[in-house]
DNA sequence: ACGGCTTCTGAAAGCGCTTTCAGATAGCCA
DNA sequence: TGGCTATCTGAAAGCGCTTTCAGAAGCCGT
């Protein structure tokens, strides 16, 4: 097609393709006679033999363990703010929580092409590592930090331990965790650990009857909840992997004549759009998910045009108080 | 890369590509022979160049308005779903409820060589369709039928209808609507025109007061509903572009001491997971998006592959009755 | 007007696959 | 075993760009 285009402006396809990527060095003539030419013929580049020529697909990948969670898809849509800035696209996959779903995605992703290739959390098939070296392309790691490859995010222990210890200063002494699937997830085990751990260290403990693990969403809080109460003495405050569970979890509460934060605490994560709207607003451990896309795609870029970086960007989680807290009702409890 | 597998095999690239591409017709130890040596280097085709040779990108793409949407994120989930099947990849953009952003999308999807295209709505720049067809890829627009072009997606003006129709059967006669933005967004528009008309065939209208367009959000729907109030004698009841709409509507009524359906019903849109949980539960048009998504994909699929396909296909949306509608107060209101 | 520069330009060689086409090999029957 | 067909296989020609390299054209000063 450049061809018909070199053909109609009287050039070579030299010269066309020259023009085209904006090189300088074309008469001025020469260059409008193809810029014409092109916009007669609505060319359009064939991207395929261009990313074959060039080596560079101008594209970048990026693997998510489930597309409709609200700051996975945010990460997302922030990274490609950033990308296209730098004229890459970004491909999308997911990988529903599965370290062999996401090699076989990520694989897909490397045969494509991608120029590089955005991951979350630091628990990966060691397959994948090894492949991603093999292609060369530079991979950057989001939602946690990493020992040794590069990354974008926070400490999700100490962010959740954070939510504890201020669950513990208003006077809480037996507080429970709703966690979403921590198969595969360090994000979600490194924050029941950090929670356990600021627990001992005030000389508390997470019961296990209290350390509740279900699949996300409205109806995985309600469940999570109902089969923590199932389990002896109730706890006083409860830190929830989502907002979406958390939220669950407050209407089982209700439903069970519990008022919140009279009865119990809540505490999310993620600050989600409906978090300040619910009865009452939800107090939450905010991700800063779009700046976490954006370090994201600033990194990739950078490394793909050969630029230095920093390996680790830490974008710390924030508590969002509100109303969902508060200290027990009897502050001995 | 295949030259190193076809000498580590000891046969030619010709028969390397015969078997990474499951012909038939070579011989079982050459096969093998291949195999493993693909296997022990590790080897990942150039997609690029694979693509450059069959003329065929194995992608298809899809720009939705709102990548944030509930709606959108599941059509894509459920399109790239049949993509996957069938050996194809989905690349997703956003653009942004503006018709401009949205060719320019397109367009860089188009040069990427997709091939094919995912579109949302009836209303597209004129120049994209030429760029489209242009180009020469299928096409298929979702989540509103039209005319002229392939589409999965049902009667947005119809729907809506239904659900005015619903609201005055209980007996209200002062409606409102609270839209997202109507610019470029047929399937907005469309809905608005829907409940004018279903209105007037029963001797009623929509007081322009009660006509409100808002950016979309919790929020939004919050500002939305306060405006409404501002605007003379308030409806009994209102329908809203989305739930999340619909759940700011119904915040505000309350602030205002309205009490939700006693002195206002509210309808939402899309039946997103929130909706059952809402305080009342909410009344909604679920729309199919999953079954819009799997139709949009596997029509692309058919015709890619050059088999033939219906030009539309209707997958209606369907009113959900919870606890947020019942009569107005007093029927004569 | 001409030599010596600099600036432009086009021919051609890839990029790494797929696929055709013709030749090699194997299989079969007489 | 020889001849003929049916299978396999490899050489080579693209696919549509980019980019190198050498030659052409333009520019300048004398």
Known sequence: MARDVA??????????????????????DKREAVMRA????????NGAARALSTRRFMAVGAVVPNIENEAFVRVLSSVQDRLR?????????????????????????????VDGLMLVGDIHHPDLYARIARSG?????????????SCVGFDNAASAARAANYLMDLGHRRIGVIS?????????GARVIGIAQALAARGLRLAPEHDIEISYGIGGGRDGFR????????PTAIICGTDQIAFGAMIEA?????????DLSVIGHNDSDFAPFLDPPLTTIRIHSAEIGHAAGDHLIAR????????LTEIDAELILRASTAPPRRAAD
Not at 227 to 234: D, N, R, T, V
Request: charged share 20%.
């Open 227 to 234: 089969q923590m109460l199932a389990g002896g003495l109730p």
């Open 254 to 262: 209700r439903a069970r004549g519990l008022s919140v934060p009279g």
């Open 304 to 311: 793909i045009q050969g630029r230095p970086v920093v390996r």
């Open 85 to 113: 800035q730098a004229g890459y696209t970004l491909v999308a996959a997911n990988a529903g929580y599965d370290l062999e779903d996401e090699l076989r995605e990520a694989t897909f992703l490397l045969e494509r092409g």
């Open 137 to 149: 392309i530079p991979m950057v790691q989001t939602f946690s930090l990493s020992r040794v490859h």
């Open 38 to 45: 092109a916009q007669d013929l609505g060319f359009v580049a």
């Open 7 to 28: 053909r109609r402006a009287g050039v070579s396809t030299a010269t066309v393709s020259r023009v085209l990527n904006g090189f300088a060095g074309v008469r001025a």
């Open 180 to 188: 979403g699937l921590r198969k595969d997830n360090d994000r979600g």
